[in-house]
């Protein structure tokens, strides 16, 4: 069973940027599309983008869109979550995911497998 494992959360101002990373075990990296979800305090898990699995198509939130992109690197077992201009609202642990399908959907009961999620504080 594939490992995934998040990096890259910290505490940041409004207007700043981080570059989340989710590090995969497994050699069949690149075989199904890969998710990030995010869940703030009180809140249900909502996706917030998603990459097919040779990162040609994306799909992202429209809360995050125009500031946010999800990208990977199948050589390197590795996709990354760029999120700029940062408000408090996108406050939240980020979880990344593994479906079972190749194509980016939003449906989280589509992605079978997670890691244990990164923690992004924004400050206002």
């Known amino acids: 069973q594939v490992k995934l494992v998040e990096s890259g959360g910290g505490l940041v101002q409004a207007g700043d940027s981080l570059t989340l990373s989710c590090a995969a075990s497994?050699?069949?990296?690149?075989?199904?599309?890969m998710g990030w979800f995010r869940q703030g305090a009180g809140k249900r898990r909502e996706f917030v983008a998603a990459?097919?699995?040779?990162?040609?198509?994306?799909n992202h939130a429209n809360s995050v869109k125009g500031r946010f992109m999800i990208s990977r690197n199948n050589a390197d077992n590795t996709m990354y979550l760029q999120m700029d201009n940062l408000k408090p609202e996108d406050t939240a642990i980020y979880y990344c995911?593994?479906?079972?399908?190749?194509?980016?959907?939003?449906?989280?009961?589509?992605?079978?497998?997670w890691g244990q999620g990164t923690t992004v504080t924004v400050s206002s």
């Open positions: 995911a593994e479906s079972q399908f190749r194509s980016p959907t939003r449906d989280r009961t589509d992605y079978p497998h």
């Open positions: 497994e050699g069949t990296f690149g075989t199904y599309a």
């Open positions: 990459i097919d699995r040779t990162g040609e198509f994306k």
